[in-house]
């Protein structure tokens, strides 16, 4: 009992550390309005442990490995954790990493997780963890902190304290022990979130030197990972497990009991220890190889400052976030901050230190000049995410882009990334969606990377004729229902994206690709019926789908037509070309009156299988969910931008917040939050590449722009409240601006704009063309 008092005493005075220094406002720093835990409970699918802006390390704590509903590997609503692993992905729908599980226990070691498998009412199975029946272990978010850096937790079954914090490519971990002869710390090499590891090896270089590898055959095909791990004091036992059994030498023949090799290994170092004994270690990994994973930790983490980390890191998040400071509550801070790191986690560094990292070809390459980035969901991000990059950080976006175009390179398709995870391509959603986050850097004039060479890469990729029917759909007009799965959402993003291609060939000066991807870029007009006044799809011979249920949802792709989504919700996927959508619906009144329809929709606030991530419902509008991410704004086309301005605000604040549940769906590598960023300056990239924002309401009351070009941008509002939402009037830089849309340009000069709010519509502004 005493040494469980300690460690509560322990856990308790840094709880009350952290509250006094929340208390003092007067050094309160913008690092500590970021709540990692916002996006962990429900659908977000965030992660809650330490990491650096893009960095390649997210270590931090495991509570699921098989569930697809916990993509991140941690859920605020489970009691047991696995242990604590070196990487994860944030908010995506799909799990992958979780590589380099590491335990503490006291006592016996076990080397299984220990786990049950249950099926829900849709016939999910799910595993949930057992306590007592593996290393599992119980823990209480009462005995957790979570802060920007850094990461706590007390294991009350081991009475053990972990802390965690990370550099951009190392982890540190710091144990605390009560007094005992078995201590053990246990790595993992088999664990991986939802995958399976095809082969590993460790070896035990000294007693203070631990290096190995996996190989992970999951939703990334072929993943290698070395890892190099310091512990700060010799250990007194050291045991590898090889497929549930001891390596050692049994006099039978010569074996090794400091290396072995296989799919299924852990190894444990074991010590004796004082009352609160402190144990360090330090882990530094790398696609490339253990030599290079040690390079990687002695240059990041070249002592054993545990502190020092974890104030690096939050040096460096009070950088990030000094790039956008906003006035408001403290839920609105924490809101928009948590939403800015979740922003700016993804994509991640690949790379070593040296430059050096794996390719797409499964060879080691060399980044000069450039730093490497992966981790591309492109199909969400490219929407708000890479044009909140062009405002604030363009440098990173113009490496984020020679990254995607070394992928072109080392690919035996010369395909530009559509889903790109480490050195890998996942082929996971559709279009390419590469091409409106260069082609909107083009039109930007974000200087770092070669146009010509970017050009003949969105060019190359959109003209591959092996690729998800992107010939036919050239040839035809469309994608055939009847030849190609989701071939309504195809043919809406592609026309897209060749809208983009056509932005590029213009500001360039090619002029015939210019009107070539120009009349590509209206094939939404051959899927648009006009009996239903919906995008339907289409068979080869022109016949349109029937039976047509325009609000089913369909969880089989091989048989839908839509990607996670209705009929009702894509067919108002035309952003490049809103006004001739507003023709072909009869003119704006028909139009306002169709888009009405869509958020009042009855029953469609039932979720779906399928459908259960993708939530923030108003009637058949899902902003869970990235295709619904334009379509509030589509009023300011219309003549209506008071309807725009009701709806942003409804959204910002019942979809939006400060709590675990506050995200409504898959935060999707940040895109989910990047929305809420644009929303709370006021304006929105409905059409990327298109040089334009559509203006929707300002949901903080100031939010001052550091500009990555040096300038200074701000947005003011004048009578903020909750009650508030029309705008009355705006001024650009002290002139009445009385359209519903702002030039990118406008903004990147710097200035101000002036919003000035009402509980009423004014149905005089935002109408002028």
Known sequence: MKRIRNIALIIAALLVACSSLQAQKAKKELADYIKPLIGTNGEGNTYPGPAMPHGMVQIGPDTDMKSWETASGYEYGDSVVIGFSMQHLSGTGIPDLGDFLVMPSVGRPEFKAGTVAQKDKYGNTHYIQVPDSGYCTRFNHQDEIVKTGYYAVRLPEHNVLLELAATERAGIMRFTFPKTDKANIMMDLSHVLQWNVKWSNVRAESKTLVTGYHLVQGWAKERHLYFAARYSRPYDDFVIMNGGKRVYYNTARFRSKYESAGPDLQYYTRYSTKENEVILVKIGISAVSSANALMNLDAEIPGWNFDKVVSDARKAWNREMGKMVIEGTEEE?????????????????????????????????????????????????????????????????????????????????????????????????????????????????????????????????????????????????????????????????????????????????????????????????????????????????????????????????????????????????????????????????????????????????????????????????????????????????????????????????????????????????????????????????????????????????????????????????????????????????????????????????????????????????????
Request: glycine share 8%; charged share 25%.
């Open 333 to 769: 801070k924490e809101t928009f901050y948590t939403s800015l790191y979740h922003s700016l986690l993804t994509p991640t560094i690949y790379q070593d230190v040296d430059g050096s990292y794996r390719g797409l070809d499964q060879t080691i390459h060399k980044a000069k000049g450039v730093k490497n980035y992966s981790i591309f969901s492109l199909w969400d991000t490219f929407r708000a995410e890479h044009p909140l990059f062009n405002l604030i950080q363009p440098d990173r976006n113009a490496d984020m882009i020679n990254s995607m175009l070394a992928h072109y390179d080392q690919s035996v398709d010369h395909l530009l990334p559509v889903w790109s995870l480490n050195n890998n391509e996942t082929w996971c959603m559709i279009g390419y969606h590469a091409v409106p986050v260069i082609a909107d850097a083009i039109m930007q004039g974000i200087k770092g990377f070669n146009y010509e060479k970017a050009y003949e890469a969105s060019k190359t990729t959109a003209m591959n004729h092996d690729y998800d029917s992107v010939e036919e759909y050239a040839r035809i007009g469309y994608v055939p229902f009847d030849h190609e799965n989701e071939s309504v959402s195809k043919t809406l993003e592609y026309a897209f994206d060749d809208y983009c291609i056509a932005q590029m060939a213009k500001k360039l000066g090619k002029q015939k690709d210019y009107e070539y991807f120009s009349k590509r870029s209206m094939a939404y007009k051959n899927i648009f019926d006009p009996s239903t006044k919906l995008m339907r799809g289409r068979d080869s011979k022109g016949n349109w789908r029937t039976p047509f249920d325009p609000h089913g949802y369909i969880d089989d792709m091989n048989k839908r037509d839509i990607t996670e989504g209705t009929n009702w919700q894509y067919s108002w996927y035309v952003p490049q070309d809103v006004k001739g959508l507003i023709a072909l619906q009869g003119g704006k009144e028909a139009f306002c009156t169709k888009l009405d329809s869509l958020f009042m929709e009855p029953d469609k606030d039932k979720v779906e299988k399928g459908s259960e991530d993708i939530l923030g419902r108003f009637g058949e509008y899902w902003h869970g969910n990235e295709p619904a991410h334009h379509v509030a704004y589509l009023y300011d086309y219309a003549g209506k931008p008071w309807k725009t301005q009701n709806l942003v605000k409804r959204i910002m604040t019942t979809q939006y917040g400060n709590k675990p549940n506050s995200l409504c769906g898959n935060d999707d590598c940040g895109q989910m939050s990047a929305w809420y960023i644009f929303n709370a300056m006021g304006f929105y990239p409905v059409a990327p590449a298109s040089n334009y924002y559509a203006i929707g309401t300002p949901c903080a009351k100031e939010v001052k722009v550091k500009l990555g070009n040096g300038k200074t941008f701000v947005t003011r509002t004048v009578n903020y409240s909750p009650e508030n939402c029309y705008i009355q009037s705006v001024k650009l830089n002290g002139k009445e601006w009385n359209k519903a849309f702002i030039p990118v340009e406008e903004v990147k000069k710097g200035g101000e704009i002036i919003f000035t709010l009402g509980n009423k519509p004014n149905m005089n502004w935002g109408i002028e063309k």
